[in-house]
T-cell receptor, first 113, second 115 residues
Framework: AQSVTQLGSHVSVSEGALVLLRCNYSSSVPPYLFWYVQYPNQGLQLLLKYTSAATLVKGINGFEAEFKKSETSFHLTKPSAHMSDAAEYFC???????????FGKGNQVVVIP | ETGVTQSPTHLIKTRGQQVTLRCSSQSGHNTVSWYQQALGQGPQFIFQYYREEENGRGNFPPRFSGLQFPNYSSELNVNALELDDSALYLCATLGTSGGDTDTQYFGPGTRLTVL
């Protein structure tokens, strides 16, 4: 079975500073990996995904993530945090063909002015 | 805008009651999944429906059941509600365009509170 680990439930970052959210996965076969963002009282919005094409993936709102098989990681970054980035971020993994997502516990991002 | 809608937005029930949550998606979305998101947690996979048949279930008891209809709408039914069933319930459909059929798009969710 596949699983995802996200460390540090709350992440504080200064406006304009680098955003780095870590995600490590466990999967017996090559996975598909996703990052979703959730704003208060809303559903999940897809930020970006890795599905065995380019290992550096660019998403919406200036976010990107790099798939590193040797480290079983898929960390999310954004060079410069904006106040509107305050939200909860979830990393998720699925196996090819089954389309069932296993989520991490999430990172609550707080942006400090 | 994902084209996935859910109703109702909020719901309050008492322990032991039954509840039905609904999800609608655009034409062509023949795979729907349901997730439960408890407060402060990531979503947990409940089950998935494909062409009106259950196509996989997570670690949830049989009192969680579902239906999918020919018009691509779906229901999640929960019997004998327990306090721990209080959560945000999300439905998701797969993209239908060529490079998107591996991606799940989520509705806004239904917030269920069990008292």
């Amino acid at each position: 079975a596949q699983s995802v680990t996200q460390l540090g439930s709350h992440v504080s970052v200064s406006e304009g500073a680098l955003v780095l959210l870590r995600c490590n996965y466990s999967s017996s076969v090559p996975p598909y990996l996703f990052w979703y963002v959730q704003y208060p009282n809303q559903g999940l919005q897809l930020l970006l995904k890795y599905t065995s094409a380019a290992t550096l993936v660019k998403g919406i709102n200036g976010f990107e993530a790099e798939f590193k098989k040797s480290e079983t990681s898929f960390h999310l970054t954004k060079p410069s945090a904006h106040m509107s980035d305050a939200a909860e971020y979830f990393c998720a993994v699925s196996l090819y063909g089954n389309n069932r997502l296993a989520f991490g516990k999430g990172n609550q991002v707080v942006v400090i002015p | 805008e994902t084209g996935v809608t859910q109703s109702p937005t909020h719901l309050i029930k008492t322990r032991g009651q039954q509840v039905t949550l609904r999800c609608s998606s655009q034409s062509g979305h023949n795979t729907v999944s349901w997730y439960q998101q408890a407060l402060g947690q990531g979503p947990q996979f409940i089950f998935q429906y494909y062409r009106e048949e259950e196509n996989g279930r997570g670690n949830f008891p049989p009192r969680f059941s579902g239906l999918q209809f020919p018009n691509y709408s779906s229901e999640l039914n929960v019997n004998a509600l327990e306090l721990d069933d209080s959560a945000l319930y999300l439905c998701a459909t797969l993209g239908t365009s060529g490079g998107d059929t591996d991606t799940q798009y989520f509705g806004p969710g239904t917030r269920l509170t069990v008292l």
